[in-house]
């Protein structure tokens, strides 16, 4: 059960630009509550208590940079084409807020690249973070998505509006290239989808 020390007003402006509907409290020292998903907030003067299922989505907005996220991904193909999965790890500065992975049927390396930054952008979007900075191994994509490269395949192009619509969404976003080294858990995320299925 998170407790968060805040400014409850702040705390609620944040909940409210996510779009969660904010009620009155309860008692006299509750200032107001709030429901998203599982998870319950209960405000009382300089804290908010998130108790229920998944309360990590509430605390990452409730959170002074609950606004922002960092996320990493990345997708594996065995055969290229050939069985695929993605994986992904959605981080703010106080640690892991979802990491996952899945198997996503017969795909190329780059296909599988394109649908792990989709699972990651609309698992991001559904924590309701305002900023994503995000980072991934495969330079194709970064400079696909930042329009320095053409994306000429059909099926890659489908993909790179798909994640540039959900970008959209976000009030400010970058993507960066970084080594391999550095995205280690979303590959190992991947990769044990693909073992395990």
């Known amino acids: 059960m998170p407790?968060?020390?805040c400014d409850e007003s702040s705390a609620r402006e944040r909940l409210e630009a996510?779009?969660?509907?904010i009620e009155p409290?309860?008692?006299d020292?509750?200032?107001?509550?709030?429901?998203?998903?599982?998870?319950?907030a209960v405000a009382y003067e300089g804290k908010v208590v998130v108790q229920g299922e998944d309360p990590e989505r509430l605390a990452g907005l409730l959170r002074e940079d609950g606004g922002r996220a960092h996320i990493y991904f990345d997708g594996a193909s065995r055969g290229n084409p050939g069985p695929a999965a993605v994986g992904w790890?959605?981080?703010t500065g106080d640690g892991i807020v979802s990491?996952?992975?899945e198997r996503i049927g017969t795909a190329t390396n780059n296909r599988a690249e394109y649908e792990g930054l989709?699972?990651?952008?609309?698992?991001?979007?559904?924590?309701?973070?305002?900023?994503?900075?995000?980072?991934?191994d495969s330079e194709l994509l970064v400079k696909q998505i930042r329009g320095e490269w053409n994306t000429n395949d059909p099926d890659l192009r489908e993909r790179r509006v798909r994640a540039r619509e959900l970008?959209?969404?976000?009030?400010?976003?970058?993507?960066?290239?970084?080594p391999r080294e550095l995205n280690e858990r979303a590959d190992e995320l991947a990769n044990d989808a693909l073992d395990n299925d």
């Open 3 to 5: 407790v968060i020390e």
């Open 18 to 21: 996510a779009g969660i509907g």
């Open 25 to 27: 409290g309860n008692t």
């Open 29 to 40: 020292h509750e200032r107001w509550r709030a429901h998203h998903g599982g998870a319950s």
């Open 89 to 91: 790890v959605i981080l």
């Open 99 to 101: 990491e996952g992975g």
């Open 118 to 136: 989709i699972k990651a952008l609309e698992v991001a979007a559904d924590y309701g973070f305002e900023e994503v900075r995000i980072r991934s």
């Open 167 to 178: 970008l959209t969404g976000f009030g400010s976003w970058s993507i960066e290239h970084v």
